[in-house]
């Protein structure tokens, strides 16, 4: 089979004006970036919100282990399915980030022939989201340091300061730093390190604003630090928050492109799932529902961590709720789950699948606690036997859920008909959507109810240090937010090892750090890296482009 | 009257495809980014270059002063006036860089009736070319440090490590920093720090590629360090230089915008005028010379360093070389440079302009010495008086140099027909352009030259670490380059306060930078600053935006 880059090269490509007509919108409609590529200007999006909500398809998957799951890949086939079925579906998705295409990471914008396209300019700069992001994030860095510099008026404690610098590039080296170091004229020497841009809380916001105005007060609200006497400080307190709006105020828009079916396709954003929420844009999200009979998002990670956040941080800001909930599991990551080595994946093993069904098992339930019509989607492999897809589509059946078939990897919408089908009587069906907790819960309670509900953990425990800011959080009365939980994607539990559906354990909460921005309080339940580093041999060391600007190596 | 960003925002901007038309390009020649700024892709530029080449017009000035100069301005006025009179005249200009926008200096986009628009835009993120400069100098050092981390394989010295990281941010905290602190998987700790991304070798070498074969060669010839033997490491060694190109591929492409009276204007690259060579792309320059009958382009600072550097460094590389040469004056900077205060300088000075011409005086003639036809450009502030204005156009003529009074910062176009005028008669006068050294000669007579024919210095003087350095590139073989010699800007010397056009003075060379990327060896002749830092009252805190997305404050 060709590599991804080679399918995407070889594509029929439309003009961007083409995706735009496609979904109503004219050449003045859209700022072009290039001729594959658009921006939807904020007044755009107040003419699209004149047109009635789609339906709204979440696509979340088991928990993502290292033989793949491709729930990106699903989200587009399944969109090009929809579409061939006569139906108009829009893909909002997250914007990948440029850090680990230059490290080992495969790309974010599907795979075979499920990609969005132009492949290649999406996974490098794209429309420049990020790289405003990061501007933003040191330009905000940079005033802080100046303003300690400078005489130090709001008596901001070098010690305390929990604004870090950003950049899109999978460095190490960055993660702990001293800066400020020389002469007097060089600042105030003190502790920093860098976060990837995806880790920043501007990525956060920028995904939960919903217009410059809430952006600007989202932007107030950061807190960047604490002073001498403890007092929290906020970028309002630095008053620069107009200037960081005006850095942002294109990456605010979303950004349309399509698949190589010619599926318009909104890509924006692109946050952690972990310490932050792991979804697309509100505003993409929005424009997906009101530009199409069908809106196919995603989100980060596994349902445990991306859907759980996009059912109670997102969907409380977006105008509806899902109507469909799709879960996406292979015969591989089950049977991983179950106990199969990676090396033994080529080999049936059903008693390994059924006890990695676990893992799906809990998934379907958890999702359906939600009051949402739950599907599974069994992204097919090659080397999966009948025996395998057989058992697991009894186990599913077994389980009152139904599910179908995905091939779109290797053969694009023909591949994900079925599973279209099926979302689309699903959609039909009456949604409830009910939240888990709600924001005026107790810290606690909240953290509570995700452990026991989402992950099957008998409780919670916090560390000192967690117990400490708790008590800081209550003392400034920040309590009244939704949980981000930050824990290993890998589990279910706080332990990256423990597959399938574990039970019993106490996850341990290290820390409570307040996101007042994005409007979310994280709560580490794990060591979590925000910084990537690069691989022995990076991909950098492959990556081409010749004198016509033919890119080789890049997936 | 107004201010800069009031005058833009009223401004009738065309559609970009339609400035495209006025240099006979398609919409589909152009690579659009929004409605009003476009990309020129390299095929673009190879259809360009069969067209016949126009007159080029270099405008540089006097050394700049605090009260002001108005280069661009002229610049773009000067292009304004030449489309007016029936020419067709196109822009070739640096383009800006983000950071001191936040900081405090004014924008980079002309000023008051003489501008490029969209003026918020080029002065923020523009088409991303520094945010892709950003993110290529930052993927090296990531990989450099990821290569000492790995095992170290080149045996890179981590203490001879020259290749430095970048922001386009004014963050004096970042000039000396300590990275990879803290567990063994942050790397190896090492002292490091950042510069502004335009002072970021990979700016000049973006000015100086012409094509994506040379930009991937330049890459790779880019010194990174030593190794524990002291013998030079290269981006080619790292085998990176693919990557970096990917990541540079649509940076190279130079930008098409539009002056306020709708002259196309290519907007491309800004290195530092002192530890670079100050000057847009030579792709951008080579477009607009095939693009019109003028192509007016601009060098940084003063003739001693922007000029120079033209004429030594870009020229050779260019289709062809200046047809004439414009210095920019003004009553008030010559006044200042002839010991009138700043505060007084609305205040009529007879006595300090004759003795402050000097300075132009000198340029003018340094100007002469390259063969190329000579025009003065008295650049007309309100306060100027009458008797100040006869006074310096009689010095001006007294040294056989034509003049013109321009005024397109209060009036556009109609305020710089004479100049305009006079441009076009000079550009019929024959040009026997001749470089001021060969490659070739040694790198000490290469200096010296520039500074005993340029400065007015009686000769050079090494320090320890120059000569040690010296040695280090004969030994090296990297002598047969030209010299970019990086100094204050403010006199002729390498003393800041040395004003007027003084001689007699010895050049102190303090150290040796090998540019082997960019291809010239930087010579520094002064303490330069390569990271701003932020004021007092950093721009940041008067920028605004409104909910409708009118940006207030910029400038």
């Avoid at 490098?124 to 330009?139: I, P, Q, R, Y």
């Avoid at 929290?232 to 828009?253: C, I, N, S, Y």
């Avoid at 990676?342 to 008693?351: G, N, P």
Wanted: neutral net charge.
């Amino acid at each position: 089979m060709k590599k991804d880059i080679e399918i995407a090269q070889a594509a029929t490509v439309a003009e961007i004006n083409q995706i735009a007509a496609k979904i109503a919108l004219s050449p003045a409609d859209i700022s072009p970036y290039s001729h594959d590529k658009a921006k939807l200007p904020l007044t755009t999006l107040n003419k699209l919100r004149q047109r009635p909500l789609g339906k709204l398809v979440l696509v979340t998957s088991i928990n993502p282990t290292p033989a793949g799951e491709g729930k990106s890949t699903v989200t587009i086939g399944l969109a090009d399915a929809l579409n061939q079925l006569d139906q108009q579906a829009v893909i909002a998705l997250r914007e990948p980030s440029l850090g680990p295409v230059m490290g080992m990471k495969g790309g974010a914008t599907g795979g075979g022939y499920a990609q969005v396209v132009p492949m290649a300019d999406i996974n490098l700069h794209f429309t420049g989201d990020m790289h405003a992001l990061t501007a933003a994030n040191n330009t905000l860095a940079a005033l802080i340091d100046n303003h300690l510099h400078q005489g130090n008026q709001l008596q901001l404690d070098p010690k305390r300061i929990v604004w870090k610098r950003a950049l899109d590039i999978n460095d190490r080296a960055l993660r702990e730093t001293i800066i400020g170091l020389g002469k007097p004229a060089n600042g105030q020497m003190r502790s920093d390190g860098f976060d990837i841009t995806v880790a920043s809380e501007l990525m956060a916001i920028l995904c939960l604003a919903t217009d410059l105005t809430d952006l600007k007060a989202r932007l107030n609200r950061i807190l960047i630090g604490y002073t001498y006497d403890r007092q929290p400080v906020f970028v309002k307190d630095l008053g620069v928050a107009g200037a960081l709006t005006v850095l942002l105020k294109d990456a605010l828009q979303p950004n349309l492109v399509q698949t190589l079916e010619q599926t318009p396709a909104i890509i924006h954003g692109g946050p952690f799932a972990n310490i932050a929420h792991g979804c697309n844009s509100i505003l993409a999200t929005e424009a997906a529902l009101h530009a199409g009979q069908y809106a196919i998002t995603e989100a980060g990670f596994g349902a445990d961590l991306g859907a759980e956040k996009f059912l109670d941080i997102v969907t409380p800001q977006l105008p509806k709720a899902p109507d469909v909930i799709v879960v996406v599991a292979t015969v591989r990551a089950l049977k991983y789950n179950g106990g199969q080595a990676l090396a033994d994946l080529d080999q049936e093993d059903l008693t390994a699948l059924e006890k990695g069904y676990a893992n799906l098992q809990r998934h379907l339930q958890n999702m359906q606690k939600y009051g949402i019509p739950v599907v599974a989607s069994i992204n097919r492999f090659a080397q999966d036997t009948t025996a395998e897809l057989d058992l697991l589509q009894n186990l599913i059946s077994a389980d009152g859920v139904a599910s179908a078939l995905t091939e779109v990897f290797a053969k694009g919408s023909q591949g994900g008909r079925d599973l279209a089908k099926l979302v689309m009587t699903a959609s039909q069906q009456p949604a409830n959507y009910q939240r888990l907790y709600q924001d005026d819960q107790s810290l606690t309670d909240k953290m509570t109810t995700i452990a026991q509900e989402i992950y099957g953990a008998q409780g919670i425990e916090l560390t000192a240090t967690a117990q400490r800011q708790l008590r800081l959080l209550k003392r400034q009365g920040w309590t009244n937010l939704p949980i981000c939980i930050a824990k290993t994607q890998y589990s279910f539990s706080d332990q990256a090892k423990l597959l399938g559906a574990p039970s019993g354990f106490t996850l341990t909460i290290r820390d409570l750090i307040p996101k007042l921005g994005a409007g979310f309080i994280v709560a580490l339940a794990g060591n979590i890296l925000t910084m990537p580093g690069l691989p022995q041999h990076p991909a950098a060391e492959k990556i081409d482009i010749d004198a016509q600007g033919t890119i080789t190596g890049l997936f």
